[in-house]
């Protein structure tokens, strides 16, 4: 689900979508419109692996540590970080059906959703917005594009 922008685009009547600008920002193509949502994006290294169990292998997706957004084991909801939550919709998305093995550092755009008004359950609605490959050779994201 791409942020779009409503400026009226020459072409047509229809929303644009704004283009990823790094920290956090995204701004549009047609009238420059910066919008900042840093506070609902997480950085974090995703490790897409293959796991053995049992005799049979899957796919999983887990937060690796250092952690750069502290946010990620600082929130709780109920007795599951923040962490927790993110790596279980992660690999519910089934990301990595068409994933490239490895290790990548992603910007996850993330919004909480009332799923149980009767039960006030909470979830999340996850999107990856950038990610990098990460190797020997660049063991670290490039300085500000994330």
Known sequence: ????????????????????????????????????????????????????????KYPQIRILEP?????LVEFVYGEY??????????????????????IFYSAILYNWYRCSYEYNEWDLDLEIIKEIELTIENPSPPEGVF
């Open 1 to 56: 689900m791409p942020r779009l922008c409503y400026c009226k685009s020459p072409a047509s009547d229809e929303p644009l979508p704004m283009d990823y600008i790094g920290r956090g920002k995204f701004k549009c193509p047609e009238c420059g419109l910066i919008e900042d949502l840093n506070e609902v994006i997480f950085r974090a290294r995703l490790h897409y692996e293959e796991v053995e169990e049992e005799g049979e």
């Open 67 to 71: 952690f750069d957004d502290k946010r």
């Open 81 to 102: 970080t923040l962490k927790h939550s993110l790596e279980e919709d992660l690999n519910e998305m089934e990301l990595w059906e068409n994933h490239k093995l490895g």
